[in-house]
């Protein structure tokens, strides 16, 4: 989504004063990024709820600690996929004061990092599913969920390509 508004907001850019079309395309991919965080939070909100009744209901200690365990893996690659979808928006909110600047650079580079903001958010929330499906159905489903995630990181989803990902991995950490 963000490789082909980064291509529109630069042709838009380079090619006419359409300021007004770039700031509206990115406006529209801002809340897109803003619904994807807010659906993942909601979802954990959820997840966490049942999970909480379910841990409050438990009489066997060992139980309990597989509880925490599993509520622990499910949150933290969720929590970290809202965090990369708030930082796309953060970026793309810095961006849309500079379109008018005439070094757009700038604009190109954080473009790129919201990209890669996109990307691992979405990576990370595909990553949530395996921990949910360990706590929903056991280990046979956690072991299904693995293997298809497995299949799927290495034959469709790829990462930003020319984007600039190794300079924002690098500058990121």
Aim: hydrophobic share 45%.
């Amino acid at each position: 989504m963000n490789s082909m508004l980064y291509i529109v907001l630069s042709k838009t850019n380079r090619d006419t004063d359409g300021w007004l079309y770039a700031i509206q395309t990115l406006r529209n991919a801002m809340t897109a990024q803003s619904f994807l965080a807010s659906t993942v939070l909601s979802l954990l909100t959820l997840i966490t709820g049942k999970v909480w009744d379910i841990l409050r209901n438990a009489s066997n200690k060992w139980e309990r600690r597989l509880l925490i365990v599993q509520l622990i893996t499910i949150s933290a690659p969720m929590l970290f996929s809202a965090n990369q979808f708030l930082q796309g928006v953060r970026l793309m909110t810095h961006a849309g004061f500079m379109f008018p600047v005439k070094n757009d650079t700038k604009v190109d580079n954080i473009m790129r990092k919201t990209e890669s903001c996109q990307w691992l958010g979405l990576r990370s929330m595909y990553i949530s599913i395996a921990p949910i499906a360990w706590v929903v159905g056991g280990g046979r489903a956690f072991f299904a969920s693995s293997v298809a995630l497995i299949l799927f990181f290495r034959q469709i989803d790829k990462k930003p390509e020319g984007l600039g990902y190794e300079e924002f991995q690098a500058s990121y950490i």
